[in-house]
């Protein structure tokens, strides 16, 4: 019972992160994100979870069947003003050759001023990107999980029946220094940031994240690097 009692929390808890915050006390308020783990051996039906997680896996299947009109109009602006950029500057380079020889050339400071314009517009337009209606994940890298969250609107959650990878995920299994900040902002709803390697930035004003694993009780010796308890991210679950 304390297992099916533990995820039944855990599974309230993915339906209502990024929703509510409680006031604990006057100058203290946290949300309402849980990370719940639990060992169990094989045979202790650590499957029961997908009949609690069942509901949860429909409704991101409607959130994600409702977000695709959106998506592909929000894709077909994006491509609208990358083709436009890439107009612009094949225009600014042959400004800067000096034309094409049938006419003045172009003004450069015109063209560059057409190039911001359209660069703060892509900027907006990749900020009011529509949810991608993803709701969970489970074998993720911490990077590729700041990307879903990101798309997700800020709200994701971690559920899984075999949660070891989600473990060996945060104690580094490809890197040796793994982006620990995408979890423990996602508890405590703060700002994310984080440069990307690509030149690109990920933002997100309020991550927020939920954890809900079962995972054989040996996995948790993965938990016990040095960098994952002084970081604080163990003390949250």
């Known amino acids: ?18 929703k509510l915050i409680v006031q604990v006390r006057p100058d203290y ?45 929000h894709s077909s602006i994006m491509a609208g003003i990358k083709g436009r950029l890439e107009s612009l500057q094949r225009r600014l380079t042959k400004s800067m ?11 450069q400071e015109d063209i560059v001023e057409l ?4 660069s703060e517009e892509q900027c907006a337009a990749e900020a009011a ?21 990101l798309k997700a609107g800020g709200n994701i959650s971690l559920v899984s029946d075999e949660g070891g990878d989600v473990f060996r995920m945060m104690a580094g299994k490809y890197d040796d220094h793994p982006l620990l900040n995408v979890y423990l902002k996602g508890h405590t709803g703060d700002q994310f940031k984080r440069d990307r390697r690509n030149g690109g930035t990920t933002v ?16 948790f010796r993965t938990l016990t690097s040095r960098e994952l308890q002084e970081r604080g991210l163990v003390a949250r679950f």
Do not use: H
């Open 97 to 107: 050759n000096g034309g094409d020889g049938d006419g003045e050339a172009e003004s």
């Open 129 to 149: 990107a529509p949810p991608s209606g993803r709701v969970t994940a489970e074998d993720i890298t911490p990077e590729a999980l700041a990307d879903v969250m």
């Open 115 to 118: 190039i911001r314009l359209a």
């Open 29 to 73: 308020r946290e949300q309402v994100c849980l990370f719940i783990t639990v060992g169990a051996e094989s045979g202790e039906r650590k499957s029961a979870l997908r009949l609690l997680s069942r509901p949860i896996d429909e409704w991101e299947a409607a959130t994600i069947k409702a977000s695709q009109p959106l998506l592909v109009k």
């Open 204 to 219: 997100i004003p309020r991550a927020s994240m939920s954890i809900g694993v079962l995972t054989q009780p040996d996995t």
């Open 1 to 18: 019972y304390d297992m099916a009692a533990m995820m039944a929390l855990a599974m309230l808890s993915v339906v209502a992160r990024g």
